[in-house]
């Protein structure tokens, strides 16, 4: 099945850290810039970082930036979003998003076409 799969959610308090992995199944996430979007109840998903195919190429949303910190290991077909410094307004489930290998960044904030989405991980910071 083709699928992408995030991981690494979970409890923490504020000022705490969290990784979050998105692993791609049965496509090569190499071939795909990724993008990593929240959602928290009674709000709309919010993009927050991503990631071009190669790596070269990232983008974070004012919410996160210089506290999270997006990377990917195309040999493990994985993306991570290192999550530092983390706030209660962080709380949301994490999504992970493959989309097209060289423009899909420019245009994640604003709903670019995405190829996949994964099943989202819970991230609650609570004091």
């Known amino acids: 099945q083709l699928q992408l799969v995030e991981s690494g959610g979970g409890l923490v308090q504020p000022g705490g850290s969290l990784r979050l992995s998105c692993a791609a199944s049965?496509?090569?996430?190499?071939?795909?810039?990724i993008g990593w979007f929240r959602q928290a109840p009674g709000k709309e998903r919010e993009g927050i970082s991503c990631i071009s195919s190669s790596g070269g190429s990232t983008n974070y949303a004012d919410s996160v930036k210089a506290r999270f910190t997006i990377s990917r290991d195309n040999a493990k077909n994985t993306v991570y979003l290192q999550m530092n410094s983390l706030k209660p307004e962080d709380t949301a489930v994490y999504y992970c998003?493959?989309?097209?290998?060289?423009?899909?960044?420019?245009?994640?904030?604003?709903?670019?076409?995405?190829?996949?989405w994964g099943q989202g991980t819970q991230v609650t910071v609570s004091s």
């Open positions: 049965g496509f090569t996430l190499e071939n795909y810039s």
């Open positions: 998003a493959a989309g097209e290998p060289y423009y899909y960044c420019s245009g994640y904030e604003k709903g670019a076409e995405v190829d996949y």
